[in-house]
Structure formats: C-alpha cells, structure tokens
C-alpha cells in the first residue's frame, strides 16, 4: 500500500497527524476509518497489517494518532472518551471534504467503542468493525485501578499502560462512566462485525458477548483464538485484515464489471507494488488482489508465491481453461483436469547458443492429469492441444517488454 502523510484540525483545534493508506494502483472502491485503542499510534504493526488487507481491496484506510498521542498535537491529560469520539467525527469530516467519506469504521479496543458511539454521527458509514473492544468504556478504568485515589485527589497522574507512560486526567476517568452502551449498540442500524479473544487479559471475552447480545442484525462474530489484546502476533493482524476485508466488500458498490471484450481490453493493467525493507509485494489484477513473497529462506516471509509460482501457475491455469474449451466444444466427457508444474533453471546444454558461458535455461515441467471416460485417441488429442494454450505458446515464442 501506499501511505500519505496528512494532518487535519482535531474537534479542539489541535492538529491531529494522520496516514492514509492507498491501494497499490490508487483505484479506490471505498474509504475506511480506523480507531487505534487509546495507548497505541497509527502507526502500530497490527494496524499498518489491517490497513495493509484493506488497501488490497481497494479499500483505503485513514488512521490517525488521538488528541494528545503519537505525532498529534495536544495534551492527552485534558482530553476524554467524548472528546476522542468528536475527534474521530472530525476526521470522517476531513474525509469528507477531502477524500471521501467513510463507508467503514474499524475500531480497536476502546477505539472499538469510540467508533459504536461514533456511527450514528456519520452518515456515511454502511458498516461497523470492532477488534477487543469493551462494552462498557468504564471497563478500562480497571487498567489504572491502582492510581484512581491520586487521579481524583489531584486531578491527574501518571500510570504505565502497554509498557508506556501516560499521564490521565480527572475528567477521563469521569467521562468513562457517562456512556451507556446498550441503546447506543442496539441502535446502530448497520451491519456490525465484532473480533475479539476469548483469552484477552485486557478487555474480557465477556465484553464481546454483551456487544453482540445488544446488536441487532446483521451481526457477527469472530473469535480470535489464543491473539493477545494488541495483536501482537503478526499472524493474528493479518488475520483480522483479511476477514474485515471480505466482509466488508459486502456492504460497499464495486465498479460494474466490464461486459464486452473491448471494455475488458481497457482494464487489463495489473499493478504491482513492494515497498522497502521486504519482499512483500501487493498485486491488483482487474481488481482481483494477490500477495507475492519470498521464503524465509532467501529473506522473505512466505506470505505468497513467489514470480515464477506466479509464472507457473499462469501456464497451468490456461492450460487447464483450454483444455476445458476444447472438450466442451467437441461434447468429449472431459470431467476434470489438473496440471502440476514446476519451474527449474538448468545450464544450457548447448552452449553454442547462449551469448555467456554461464548462461542458464529456464525450464517448466508439466504434469497434466485427464479425468473422464476419455478413449485414448481423445487423451492424445487434448495433450497436443495443451501445448497450444495461449500461455504455452507466449512463453515458447518469447516476449518483448517495452
């Protein structure tokens, strides 16, 4: 994905620092707004991985750091849960006259219930999302038990939340207990999807169920397993990202799909983008998205094929999609076909034709299975006509790349 860096005026003037997140091409079907959990930034792994699966949808995802957190301005002392819940309509606002307003809220812990008190503020929103979020926001104050007497005698004090130091004030606290979350859920009016671990030691398993108990249909439920609270795991992220993400195509318009040969001609670009320090690469295709990688082995994290996977499975997809065209015209009982494939590189054999010494030859071996009551005139007829699927014949004859 490609990430912008913004800025935008917060519900109290401040200026609150945001990234927006892109599809690798920049073809954007619909907007997302995430809410981080209010000890963490924008810029978190777990929610750059979210963000990562959405923008591969042509999603785009802005994310930004509260009042008073990461790079934004402001004192998070004087700020509360209301407050932050008018910072995140601002930002649906700035969305709004500058992007586009957002079709999905995605909230994380109590960002999860900023964005259930949220929603009705923003008329844009089709579809709620919360990650280990708490029922009821006075839940959290349980993270600063120890310091509450000090927050009610001196109006603030520092406590240590995720490992960092925050300093919270009286009126946070306070304000925690003004929002019933009951009618606020049970009148939501969108389509709700709620994440959380039946082992979060931050915010119980418990919380999910009142949620879910509250919300009328449609609602859904998807348990994290063993994930802690901060989805620390990267597995347990980019899990979250890629079921938020084919949920929430249901409730988002998708450009028509092209319906003549001519109009698919004009929309058969693929784009492809890696961005540094890994190997991960983000691929649209018609609006179809994929991930490419490397082992671990050569530095990579196994998160898809590898090219020439990619290569290979080309060959083997025509191949079969031929075969498949070739039977059905001539009525023949072809029930299935699969082909195995793998790539190698060999030294030539015949040196005389390479221009280096050391010169390799790229080789694909294929294995095609025929399933049906074929007779063996039949079986050798659709193996010459595999090697004329237009794949083959492309990769055999060469390619020229401008």
């Known amino acids: 994905m490609r990430n912008q860096r913004i800025t935008f005026p917060g519900a109290h003037g401040g200026q609150l620092s945001a990234r927006l997140s892109l599809p690798p091409d920049g073809e954007v079907v619909a907007c997302a707004l995430f809410a981080h959990c209010f000890t963490c930034s924008k810029d978190l792994k777990p929610v750059v991985n979210i963000s990562r699966a959405l923008t591969q949808e042509r999603i785009a995802v802005l994310r930004f750091d509260f009042t008073g957190l990461g790079e934004s301005e402001g004192d998070f002392a004087d700020t509360t849960f209301t407050s932050n819940i008018e910072d995140l309509v601002a930002a649906a606002e700035y969305m709004g006259r500058e992007i586009d307003a957002p079709a999905i809220l995605v909230g994380h812990s109590l960002g999860g219930a900023a964005v259930l008190q949220a929603a009705s503020r923003i008329p844009s929103v089709r579809a709620v999302a919360t990650i280990g979020a708490p029922f009821d926001p006075a839940h959290v104050k349980h993270l600063f038990e120890g310091s509450l007497e000090e927050i009610e005698e001196r109006g603030e004090a520092d406590v240590v939340l995720a490992g960092r130091r925050f300093t919270v004030g009286r009126q946070f606290v306070r304000d925690l207990d003004g929002h019933r979350m009951e009618q606020t859920i049970a009148g939501l009016g969108r389509p709700l999807l709620i994440f959380h671990s039946p082992v979060d030691q931050t915010v119980g398993i418990d919380n999910a169920a009142l949620i879910y108990t509250a919300a009328r249909h449609p609602k859904s439920f998807v348990s994290l397993d063993d994930a802690d609270h901060l989805l620390l795991d990267p597995r347990d992220s980019l899990y979250v990202g ?3 993400a084919a949920w929430a195509h249901r409730y988002i318009e998708t450009p028509p799909e092209p319906k003549t040969r001519e109009a698919l001609r004009e929309d058969n670009r693929v784009a492809v983008r890696t961005a540094a320090g890994a190997f991960r690469t983000e691929i649209l295709a018609r609006g179809h998205s994929l991930i490419a990688d490397e082992p671990a082995a050569v530095g990579g994290e196994n998160l898809g094929p590898t090219p020439y996977d990619l290569l290979a499975a080309a060959l083997g997809a025509c191949t079969t999609m031929t075969l498949r065209m070739y039977a059905d015209r001539k009525k023949w009982p072809l029930e299935e076909a699969v082909v195995r494939l793998e790539h190698s590189r060999i030294h030539a054999e015949d040196e005389e034709r390479c221009e280096e010494g050391d010169a390799r030859l790229d080789r694909i071996d294929r ?35 401008d």
């Open 242 to 244: 890629s079921v938020l």
């Open 367 to 401: 294995e095609v299975t025929l399933t049906g009551p074929l007779d063996d005139e039949q079986r050798a007829r659709l193996l010459e006509i595999a090697d004329r699927c237009p794949v083959h014949r492309t990769l055999s004859a060469g390619v020229r790349i």
